[in-house]
């Protein structure tokens, strides 16, 4: 199940409707499916099959959002993010910029277009989703970690200018998810892999979210691990460069199996 799903059904749950947007319509349509047949109210469960990345999809998303809720929204939840694997070097500019497209530039132009009916929602709220690497970049997560660093900055600039309108503005930040995220990576070239440390559940992370929202949170990061790391590199940066410095080269160091996975034969 991906945070998006957890996050629907926990609002619905919670007496919200909810539109729920994503490339593959029929995915979408069997969580839509399988809400109602869990107890939602059809007319609360709204499926809108859109790549976020294309101004004319977001457009008629947004169109059939304003003609299903009054021109009006409570709550936006940015949640739609890729990520990438593997050294700098054996990636190229077309990761970096899908990377980009996705996480940053699809965020920033749906935050663009529901400012107006956000303005006429009730107690509104966006909710933009980040990561530890928001905050900390990591060895092997390069284009990842910039674009949730560009999402944390962004974020943080339209707290300020949102305020005026009474807009709260979260930034999430969960850390290992047991979601999809890592089957879908537009590459994987990394030889440390991390599934196997996916701890959180994406219902525990909705219902965290949902209580930061509640709470009036700006900026809440879910994992214990994410948040020791971050409050470490804000004291002490150059140990943490220091430790994913060595960490690093060890990983590195069996320039064999280095090869292999960034040059398959095949
Ligand atoms: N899982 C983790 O450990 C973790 C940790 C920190 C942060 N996050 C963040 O949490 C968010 C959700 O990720 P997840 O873990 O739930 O991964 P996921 O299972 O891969 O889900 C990603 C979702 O984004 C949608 N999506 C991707 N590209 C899209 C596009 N162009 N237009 C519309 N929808 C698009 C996907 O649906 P379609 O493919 O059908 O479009 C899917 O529903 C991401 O922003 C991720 O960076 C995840």
Same mark, same amino acid.
């Given at each position: 199940?991906?945070?998006?799903?957890?996050?629907?059904?926990?609002?619905?749950?919670?007496?919200?409707?909810?539109?729920?947007?994503?490339?593959?319509?029929?995915?979408?349509?069997?969580?839509?499916?399988?809400?109602?047949?869990?107890?939602?109210?059809?007319?609360? =469960? $709204?499926?809108?099959?859109?790549?976020? &990345?294309?101004? #004319?999809?977001?457009?008629? !998303?947004?169109?059939?959002? +304003?003609?299903?809720?009054?021109?009006?929204?409570?709550?936006?939840?940015?949640?739609?993010?890729?990520?990438?694997?593997?050294?700098?070097?054996?990636?190229?500019?077309?990761?970096?910029?899908?990377?980009?497209?996705?996480?940053?530039?699809?965020?920033?132009?749906?935050?663009?277009?529901?400012?107006?009916?956000?303005?006429?929602?009730?107690?509104?709220?966006?909710?933009?989703?980040?990561?530890?690497?928001?905050?900390?970049?990591?060895?092997?997560?390069?284009?990842?970690?910039?674009?949730?660093?560009?999402?944390?900055?962004?974020?943080?600039?339209?707290?300020?200018?949102?305020?005026?309108?009474?807009?709260? =503005? $979260?930034?999430?930040?969960?850390?290992? &998810?047991?979601? #999809?995220?890592?089957?879908? !990576?537009?590459?994987?070239? +990394?030889?440390?892999?991390?599934?196997?440390?996916?701890?959180?559940?994406?219902?525990?992370?909705?219902?965290?979210?949902?209580?930061?929202?509640?709470?009036?949170?700006?900026?809440?990061?879910?994992?214990?691990?994410?948040?020791?790391?971050?409050?470490?590199?804000?004291?002490?940066?150059?140990?943490?460069?220091?430790?994913?410095?060595?960490?690093?080269?060890?990983?590195?160091?069996?320039?064999?199996?280095?090869?292999?996975?960034?040059?398959?034969?095949?």
């Amino acid at each position: 199940m991906g945070l998006g799903r957890a996050l629907a059904e926990s609002l619905v749950r919670r007496g919200a409707r909810v539109v729920m947007a994503a490339r593959s319509a029929d995915l979408l349509r069997a969580v839509a499916d399988d809400l109602i047949a869990h107890g939602a109210k059809p007319e609360s =469960v $709204l499926p809108f099959p859109a790549d976020v &990345t294309i101004a #004319e999809d977001r457009a008629d !998303l947004l169109a059939y959002a +304003a003609e299903h809720f009054d021109g009006a929204l409570d709550l936006v939840i940015n949640n739609a993010g890729i990520g990438a694997y593997g050294r700098f070097e054996s990636h190229n500019e077309t990761i970096a910029r899908k990377v980009f497209e996705i996480n940053v530039f699809a965020l920033m132009e749906m935050c663009r277009s529901v400012l107006p009916m956000l303005r006429k929602g009730q107690d509104p709220a966006v909710c933009n989703i980040g990561s530890i690497v928001a905050r900390r970049g990591l060895p092997g997560r390069s284009a990842y970690s910039a674009s949730k660093f560009a999402v944390a900055g962004f974020t943080e600039s339209i707290r300020a200018e949102w305020a005026i309108d009474g807009i709260d =503005v $979260l930034l999430l930040n969960p850390g290992f &998810t047991q979601t #999809e995220f890592e089957k879908n !990576l537009v590459v994987d070239t +990394a030889v440390y892999k991390t599934d196997h440390r996916r701890t959180m559940t994406p219902e525990a992370v909705a219902k965290k979210t949902l209580r930061a929202l509640e709470t009036r949170k700006k900026e809440v990061t879910l994992s214990r691990p994410g948040r020791l790391l971050i409050l470490t590199n804000r004291l002490a940066p150059r140990f943490v460069d220091w430790g994913l410095g060595r960490w690093t080269k060890r990983l590195y160091n069996d320039k064999e199996s280095l090869e292999k996975v960034e040059h398959p034969k095949d």
